[in-house]
């Protein structure tokens, strides 16, 4: 009979399967077996302790069969150090390899499992990936990998409804040490976990990601990364802060490496990419590009010309809504597709698709994703007037802390003009806001201005004030007698007001084309508009 010899994974083979592991579990999960739902097995990540050392065939897959994980599970715990022996070893395909090694070990109902309490490997057991070897491939690789890199720049959270089923979407691009930048697509909960680091770091300039066993993913002819769909770990980091624990030491080297790199070497990398919207704006966002101007002059601005106002959010206009259900594709504001009527079609009066289904009237098609987007409209008021600005889904999200959906999911998408505490918090702040005129609005009896950026920076505020220009009073009006201009006279009960601005406004549509169509947040507006204004 063979005896048992202390080893590494690289000694295994098909043949020799005598070999004593000191291992770590590095993985450990339920799945159910493909084509059988009710036979779960336990599956394996482990790692020897030469992991660290990034020899080959350090980690391997392992599983416990469903009618032995009673026996094993007290055992094999995520994170412990075991010694194994007694197992067999079988070839598993490529397709469902996670890791380099073509082996899986399979327990035995006599298999015998042992604490290490000297094991000197790696926690982590990271086996970080150079991008180029990424990003330079044309056909996606089977199995998993780590990546590390920097990220700098990402959208923001994409909540989607597909088939019926809700979803989470958050694109990044990451930078690592050679330089070279690679998309990564966060899904679910590794989405919405980024998202929530994201509120609670105040850098985004140094926020460092490692996904653990991630996937290759081929995007728009580009390879990149994604999550996996059981194993992959997230971790993410503040790199201005040090690392100090040894389990991520490989993480700090990196930082380290990170904040060597010269300022002007990064280029375009920098935390602007970021798209949390406008709690990233800086003083030059205000001061370099666009005029800083008083409300009143604000219609005097040619068309699609930027301009820089600072004023206090007095109203928000409910009837108006704060959310749309748009196209997961582009964001427009979709319809119901029973509404919109085929004209080149043959049979007369042919609709484009079912009462269930909705259209997107810029993508021309039947969507096959929803997203539900944020639009706001607001009433600014400064010491020269009052004016309407339409907010859209970045700037909202970075005032709100979280997506639409989540608030659509919290608060019920119901036909009230309820406006949530979260967002209703603005009104009475103070906010520089950088705003243009589009072609669509000028067209407007009421205008509405677009917002391109907004801060509440005590700092930008202050230095706009500094730089802005006395409007110039009239020879016979006091300076105490001015009175306040507005962009737009009617008044109207469905606004949020403050005691800067008692008389809302009732403004009857929004400030861009989104608004015309579907299901929104007050629910007022009928589809059926979309077929007489449509577009030939």
């Not at 399967?17 to 336990?42: C, E, S, T």
């Not at 503040?238 to 070497?265: C, H, P, W, Y």
């Not at 929803?370 to 909202?396: H, M, P, W, Y």
């Not at 019920?412 to 705003?435: Q, R």
């Amino acid at each position: 009979m063979a005896q048992f010899v202390n080893g590494y994974m690289k000694d295994l083979s098909a043949v020799k399967d005598n070999v004593k592991l000191r291992v770590r579990v590095f993985r450990a999960w339920m799945q159910p077996v493909y084509g059988k739902p009710h036979v779960i097995n336990m599956e394996l990540i482990l790692a020897d302790e030469q992991a660290s050392n990034l020899v080959l065939n350090t980690r391997i897959q392992g599983q416990i069969r469903m009618k032995q994980v009673d026996t094993f599970k007290h055992q094999i715990e995520e994170g412990k150090a075991v010694t194994i022996s007694r197992y067999v070893l079988g070839e598993i395909q490529p397709r469902y390899r996670m890791v380099k090694n073509g082996l899986r070990l399979s327990f035995l109902a006599n298999t015998i499992v042992e604490k290490c309490n000297d094991f000197t490997g790696s926690m982590h057991c990271f086996d970080f990936r150079s991008f180029k070897t990424i990003t330079n491939l044309h056909v996606e690789e089977d199995g998993q990998f780590d990546v590390i890199g920097q990220v700098i720049a990402c959208d923001d959270l994409d909540c989607y409804d597909k088939n019926g089923k809700a979803g989470k979407k958050k694109p990044i691009t990451l930078l690592d040490a050679e330089g070279i930048e690679m998309r990564c697509t966060l899904w679910g909960a590794f989405a919405q976990q980024f998202s929530d680091f994201l509120q609670k770091c105040d850098d985004h300039s140094k926020i460092i990601a490692v996904l653990n066993l991630a996937m290759m993913k081929m995007w728009d002819a580009k390879m990149g990364v994604q999550n996996g769909y059981n194993a992959t770990r997230l971790f993410l980091f503040n790199g201005k802060d040090e690392i100090t624990a040894s389990e991520f030491k490989d993480v700090e080297e990196f930082r380290q490496g990170m904040l060597a790199t010269k300022v002007d070497e990064m280029s375009e990398n920098t935390a602007n990419r970021i798209s949390t919207a406008s709690r990233n704006s800086t003083k030059e966002d205000f001061t370099t590009s666009a005029t800083m101007r008083h409300i009143v002059e604000l219609l005097d601005v040619p068309q699609g010309n930027p301009s820089v106002i600072v004023g206090t959010v007095c109203a928000i206009n409910e009837e108006e809504g704060w959310w749309y259900l748009g196209c997961g594709k582009c964001k427009k504001k979709v319809v119901k597709a029973s509404d919109i009527v085929d004209v080149e079609s043959e049979t007369s009066g042919k609709q484009v698709g079912g009462p269930t289904e909705w259209y997107c009237t810029k993508c021309l098609v039947v969507v096959q994703s929803l997203k539900s987007v944020f639009r706001l409209q607001i009433r600014v008021q400064d010491a020269t007037g009052t004016c309407s600005l339409s907010l859209f889904n970045d700037e909202v999200q970075a005032i709100a802390d979280r997506s639409a959906y989540q608030f659509c999911d919290k608060y019920g998408k119901t036909d009230s003009e309820f406006v949530p505490l979260e967002i209703t918090k603005i009104v009475g702040t103070k906010f520089a806001f950088k705003v243009f005129m589009d072609k669509f609005n000028a067209t407007k009896l009421l205008p509405v201005f677009n917002v391109l950026r907004m801060s509440a920076d005590p700092a930008i505020i202050e230095s706009l004030h500094a730089a802005e220009t006395p409007v110039k009073q009239p020879d016979n009006e006091a300076t105490s007698g001015c009175v306040h201009h507005d962009l737009e006279s009617q008044t109207d009960d469905n606004t949020t007001p403050t005691n800067a601005d008692k008389s809302g406004v009732k403004n009857k549509r929004a400030a861009d084309d989104e608004a015309e169509g579907s299901m929104s947040s007050n629910g007022k507006k009928a589809a059926l508009e979309i077929k007489v204004d449509k577009e030939p």
